[in-house]
Nanobody, 115 residues
Framework: QVQLVESGGTLVQPGGSLTLSCEAS????????MCWYRQAPEKERELVAT???????VYADFVKGRFTISRPYAENAVYLQMNSLKPEDTAVYYC?????????WGQGTQVTVSS
């Protein structure tokens, strides 16, 4: 059983920066993809960024150049560095890991961008 725990969400001013963390416990074997999603109030959950087990990142257009996803080889974790934050980045951010057979989600962490 894999468990994911996100942390790092908080209130930040527009233009500020924040790093989200997602730590995974349990055994994850084979090819897998770790992802960050977000869901704003009254909106559908949307994909923010993904990174594969061979460390290939992919970003949604709305975060390109502002967010960076990383996944250190020495850690069973994924991070999301967010710069130049905008009020429209306000959402609950979720971590997901997906293998060929299964997927697991974290509980989410709230990011609020407001002055």
């Amino acid at each position: 059983q894999v468990q994911l725990v996100e942390s790092g969400g908080t209130l930040v001013q527009p233009g500020g920066s924040l790093t989200l963390s997602c730590e995974a416990s349990g055994s994850i074997l084979g090819f897998n993809v770790m992802c960050w999603y977000r869901q704003a109030p009254e909106k559908e959950r949307e994909l923010v960024a993904t990174i594969t087990s061979n460390r290939t990142p992919v970003y949604a257009d709305f975060v390109k150049g502002r967010f960076t996803i990383s996944r250190p080889y020495a850690e069973n974790a994924v991070y999301l560095q967010m710069n130049s934050l905008k009020p429209e980045d306000t959402a609950v951010y979720y971590c997901k890991i997906q293998t060929l057979q299964n997927e697991w989600w974290g509980q989410g962490t709230q990011v609020t961008v407001s002055s």
